[in-house]
């Protein structure tokens, strides 16, 4: 975002000179120095000089001049009906938005029209069905530093969602920002920045209000005490800046007083601890596919919500995202929702009707913002009044449910009936969008109303027979009695017919071919509607704020109602996939590291293929790190990603695609899947993957569950079975995680025979045509020397006979030739050596047994009879290593030591 955005210094210094209008612009865009003033000039809403400029670009709009006594404008307006579609362009941009508005009646004020912003648009506070693009949640964040901990609070302005939480990690914040996902974000003094996504607008805002005393007061005036509700003053801190930040969006809006607009619809701030939920961070959200799938040859796949999300409304569905963004790791409430999702798979009848009814359901959780806020119209209130007539009809259908989530979620359903009746009562079945030109109120809610409407009636019902009378009265047969909104009523009377004209007619307006009059009785007749039609209008409005002030009083009653109707259509969702897709109701057991699947599917995949071979998991104390080996394309991926998700959907409360599944609990999903770079920050695709390998490290528990795939790939063979070695030591001595481990270094699968706890499984394929000798053999081999390979996708015990890489290059198009010379190589290829000495170091070119003592290749440090210091320095100190007693850890400090010299 640019970082000026006010009025430039050369209008601020002659700000004597301006006019009125230009002199309130530009003072506008001092005061909001941060954002894009769009100011109202009529139906349009206006931007000059550079801002115009830029307007003009970005929304390929024309650029105008405005012309005065002071000089010439650029000036750039977006008409206000269609203005929100150019505000999203301006958002994409970087921008934000401050609309302001006229504050006065032109035609009762004498000089320049007031105006004020209303509103601030930003990317994490917008509230507008055209710019919110999805059901989803549109979190604004805030993170506040200080006492060595870090203060998160999160808001949905829109719902009126609000979430606290505080780390004494920026990893762990950085986690939570990954599990949310902010649009948008203020940041206090000394707080970090790293932690937020690149899309996310991060801006730091006033330090006053990060100040203890400022925050805890604008807490309280929320939410009473904070120390009642909050851990930590840095979380205090948070909440109160994040408030602060959302009032000051708000503008003046809706406020008399031209004051910053309370957001009175927030009735609950969420305190949670972290390790209330299973830890996904970012890598795994998107490891795993729950929300987003990175296009693969241009397009995007299913992800895990596409299957899950069977959801009526959109309620259910961002309640949906939320339960799997934060699975739960306490039993009881686990297996409370399993329980009312077994009793909906099975009452076929009950999860169809309600299924039904929920479509029925608005999403009373904004709308009951814009209430509060003053922005809904007559249609919002009735679609409230519809979600709440279903609400009884709700209530039947779950009459006879037996367990206890459902039966409490029935107890929950309030139809706030005083609402519904004033609502009935007050607002027309079908009433205009704009609420300030009548037609919004019933007949008989109001008598004062009624008679000013049945005078307009009446009044105009006189005009209506007023033609035929005067017709008759004059002989007049052409003569014609109209209404414009300029002149008003008029009886005109064409020229051919004007000696005709009685006395009593005034002339109004002359026409080419016709008069315009009226009489004495018409003007009467027309100032009586007028003033009645100008009356009702203004009542009607205020009658119609009165009963949207109402509603808007029992905004805590209708949100509560909202969370129980999306709780019920999750449950609702999640009985209707488990009963069309064969999922099975998963069991927890107190068996530590317990993985237990029977046929377990994955979720996604399954539904994108034409067959599926399902495959078992047993994980569990004794055996709970499993090395997988097997060709690419066999499925060793797709099988760790199953596992994970299953256990993912059963502890956000989801029935799991297998045929039985025993699982304990799990408190992370780490993965170290795929592979990826980040050059814009500088890593290349071997340094972000050990980076992600020491973030497992240093967190995960025995309690966690943990996927890796290739761990060491990006470096020399000899360096990466090292790191792969080494890791899988420290998760199975100093973590004690159940542990999901794919490679392709065969040497791995030895660690089953020394390390308790560590076996073996593979993907088998099988071969037609010609074998390469030692897998005729029995022997391992890292491929084969011919044949086509038939991958069955079937997990079997014991490490995997051949990685059959030359044949999936060959299946994958790689020329014939290279596929050939690959052969040829492959079968001059010293395996046994290769074995024994636990891989060739083909980085380089030299077996690790033809380096001499003192660490240079025969012929020199680089094998060709040049002698090199550095290379010499570096065998130095890989001599001085003592092997016998270094950690895995310290062996990957040491390899990042390594690598280091190396580069210098």
């Given at each position: 975002?640019?970082?000026?955005?006010?009025?430039?210094?050369?209008?601020?210094?002659?700000?004597?000179?301006?006019?009125?209008?230009?002199?309130?612009?530009?003072?506008?865009?001092?005061?909001?120095?941060?954002?894009?003033?769009?100011?109202?000039?009529?139906?349009?809403?206006?931007?000059?000089?550079?801002?115009?400029?830029?307007?003009?670009?970005?929304?390929?709009?024309?650029?105008?001049?405005?012309?005065?006594?002071?000089?010439?404008?650029?000036?750039?307006?977006?008409?206000?009906?269609?203005?929100?579609?150019?505000?999203?362009?301006?958002?994409?941009?970087?921008?934000?938005?401050?609309?302001?508005?006229?504050?006065?009646?032109?035609?009762?004020?004498?000089?320049?029209?007031?105006?004020?912003?209303?509103?601030?648009?930003?990317?994490?506070?917008?509230?507008?069905?055209?710019?919110?693009?999805?059901?989803?949640?549109?979190?604004?964040?805030?993170?506040?530093?200080?006492?060595?901990?870090?203060?998160?609070?999160?808001?949905?302005?829109?719902?009126?969602?609000?979430?606290?939480?505080?780390?004494?990690?920026?990893?762990?914040?950085?986690?939570?920002?990954?599990?949310?996902?902010?649009a948008e974000a203020i940041v206090g003094p000394d707080a970090p920045t790293d932690p937020f996504d690149a899309e996310c607008m991060v801006t730091p805002y006033d330090q006053a209000v990060f100040e203890l005393d400022a925050a805890r007061d604008m807490v309280a005036s929320y939410f009473g005490s904070p120390e009642n509700l909050l851990a930590t003053d840095v979380e205090i801190r948070a909440c109160g800046a994040l408030l602060d930040y959302a009032e000051y969006t708000r503008g003046a809006e809706g406020d008399e007083d031209g004051q910053r607009g309370r957001l009175d619809y927030l009735n609950h701030l969420t305190r949670y601890d972290p390790r209330e939920y299973m830890l996904l961070d970012a890598v795994a959200l998107e490891s795993l596919e729950l929300f987003e799938r990175r296009a693969v040859h241009g397009r995007a796949g299913a992800t895990l919500i596409d299957v899950l999300d069977e959801t009526a409304c959109a309620l259910g569905s961002r309640e949906l995202k939320d339960w799997l963004r934060r699975p739960l790791v306490e039993r009881d409430r686990i297996e409370a929702r399993h329980d009312a999702v077994a009793e909906l798979t099975g009452d076929v009848r009950t999860r169809e009707r309600l299924h039904d009814l929920l479509r029925d359901v608005y999403d009373v959780e904004r709308l009951i913002s814009r209430v509060s806020r003053g922005r809904a119209n007559a249609r919002d209130l009735r679609s409230l009044k519809a979600t709440l007539d279903v609400v009884p009809d709700i209530k039947a259908a779950m009459a006879d449910c037996e367990c206890d989530r459902l039966r409490a979620l029935r107890a929950d359903l309030d139809d706030l009936a005083e609402v519904r009746t004033l609502v009935g009562r007050a607002i027309r079945d079908e009433p205009p969008i704009e609420v300030t030109e009548g037609g919004v109120i019933k007949e008989g809610y109001d008598a004062e109303l009624d008679d000013l409407r049945e005078t307009e009636r009446s009044g105009k019902a006189w005009i209506d027979s007023l033609e035929r009378q005067e017709r008759e009265r004059t002989g007049i047969d052409s003569l014609k009695v109209g209404h414009n909104s300029v002149h008003g009523y008029y009886i005109e009377v064409t020229n051919a017919n004007l000696d005709a004209v009685p006395d009593d007619y005034t002339r109004r307006q002359t026409l080419k071919n016709s008069e315009r009059f009226y009489t004495p009785e018409l003007k009467a007749r027309e100032d009586e509607i007028i003033q009645a039609e100008q009356r009702a209008d203004d009542l009607e409005y205020r009658l119609f704020k009165e009963v949207r002030a109402t509603v808007a009083a029992e905004s805590e009653r209708v949100q509560s109602l909202a969370e129980t109707l999306a709780t019920l259509d999750v449950l609702v969702s999640l009985a209707e996939v488990a009963a069309k897709h064969d999922y099975a109701q998963p069991e927890f057991v107190d068996e530590p590291k317990a993985t237990h699947v029977e046929g377990g599917r994955h979720p996604v995949v399954e539904r994108t293929q034409e067959s599926f071979v399902p495959n078992d998991t047993h994980l569990g104390a004794d055996d709970f790190f499993a090395v997988i080996t097997g060709p690419n394309m066999s499925g060793k991926s797709t099988y760790m990603r199953q596992v994970a998700l299953i256990q993912l959907m059963a502890q956000a409360g989801s029935f799991v695609p297998a045929a039985a599944a025993e699982l304990s609990l799990v408190d992370r999903v780490f993965t170290r899947v795929g592979a990826s770079d980040d050059i814009a920050g500088g890593k290349s695709t071997f340094m972000v993957e050990m980076t992600e390998l020491a973030d497992i490290l240093d967190n995960a528990t025995e309690r966690s569950l943990v996927l890796l795939d290739e761990v060491g790939r990006g470096t020399s063979t000899t360096d990466g079975l090292a790191i792969a070695r080494a890791v899988t030591e420290y998760v199975h001595d100093e973590l004690g995680a159940r542990t999901l481990f794919a490679t392709h270094h065969h040497e791995l699968t030895a660690a089953a025979d020394s390390l308790d706890g560590v076996f073996n499984l593979h993907f088998a394929a099988d071969q037609r045509g010609d074998v390469s000798a030692t897998e005729a053999s029995g022997g391992s081999s890292a491929g084969s020397s011919g044949g086509d390979v038939v991958f069955d996708h079937e997990i079997r015990p014991g490490p995997a006979a051949a990685s059959y890489g030359v044949e999936v290059a060959s299946e994958a198009g790689v020329p014939e030739a290279v596929v050939e010379r690959s052969r040829e190589l492959l079968a001059e290829e010293p395996v046994e050596e290769e074995s024994a000495h636990e891989g060739t170091n083909r980085t380089n070119g030299h077996d690790p047994s033809t380096v001499q003592a003192n660490g240079e290749a025969p012929g020199g440090a680089d094998g060709t009879g040049n002698s090199d210091e550095p290379y010499a320095d570096l065998a130095a100190t890989i001599r001085e290593q003592n092997l016998a007693t270094t950690t895995p850890l310290e062996a990957l400090s040491l390899l990042q030591q390594l690598q280091e010299q190396v580069e210098e």
């Open positions: 975002m640019d970082a000026a955005l006010g009025a430039p210094e050369k209008m601020a210094d002659r700000a004597d000179e301006l006019t009125p209008m230009m002199r309130q612009y530009f003072e506008l865009c001092d005061t909001y120095d941060d954002s894009l003033v769009l100011f109202q000039v009529g139906d349009f809403y206006e931007a000059f000089c550079d801002a115009a400029e830029r307007v003009s670009r970005l929304c390929e709009i024309t650029l105008t001049k405005r012309e005065d006594s002071t000089g010439q404008y650029p000036m750039a307006g977006i008409p206000i009906d269609n203005a929100e579609s150019y505000i999203e362009t301006l958002l994409d941009a970087g921008y934000r938005v401050a609309v302001a508005d006229q504050v006065q009646d032109p035609e009762e004020t004498t000089g320049v029209v007031d105006r004020a912003v209303t509103r601030i648009v930003t990317p994490g506070t917008l509230t507008e069905d055209e710019l919110l693009r999805t059901d989803d949640n549109n979190f604004v964040a805030c993170l506040a530093a200080g006492e060595g901990a870090y203060g998160l609070a999160l808001l949905d302005v829109s719902t009126g969602d609000f979430y606290a939480t505080s780390a004494d990690r920026e990893s762990a914040i950085a986690d939570e920002l990954g599990r949310f996902g902010p």
